[in-house]
């Protein structure tokens, strides 16, 4: 019997897989999908409709969002807090949109680490940093 006991001791496959149920697996990794902007244009304004379950998506503050959007178009916005729906001051495509929330996603939700979206962005004094779930990094990103 101690034979068997110090063989299964040194042989990788068996400790490989002991890890494997110890460690929970990761999650948030991969290709995300935020939602397609539904973007409709009234004169010289756009009102991004599914705003709300855009930020969701994201898993942050519809307003910060926003901000981040106002900053990138050079405008002034309006969110209705009531419809989700936000109104940007200028005419914009779908396409330009769907480019600044991806950019979004890339700069303020994945974490630069691990690439995990189980993140959360906080303020610390004048700068935000991302904190991330998965793998524990502490990142600072560029305030807006």
């Not at 149920?21 to 999650?27: A, E, F, G």
């Not at 309006?78 to 914009?92: A, T």
């Not at 610390?124 to 502490?138: L, Q, T």
């Amino acid at each position: 019997m101690e034979g068997d006991e110090v063989k299964l001791l040194y042989d990788y496959d068996f400790l490989l897989e002991k890890l494997y149920r110890k460690v929970p697996p990761k999650s948030g990794i991969g290709e995300y999908q935020i939602p397609e902007p539904q973007v409709i244009r009234i004169g010289e304004q756009t009102v991004i409709r599914n705003f709300r379950e855009i930020s969701m998506k994201l898993k942050r503050d519809p307003r910060l969002v926003a901000r981040f959007l106002q900053k990138e178009l050079a405008t002034a916005a309006h969110y209705d807090e009531e419809s989700g729906q936000l109104v940007l001051n200028v005419k914009v495509s779908r396409k330009v949109v769907s480019k600044f929330l991806d950019i979004f996603l890339k700069q303020y939700v994945k974490c630069p680490t691990c690439g995990s979206v189980d993140t959360r962005l906080e303020r610390v004094g004048r700068a935000f940093v991302i904190k991330c779930e998965a793998c524990g990094a502490e990142q600072p990103v560029k305030a807006f």
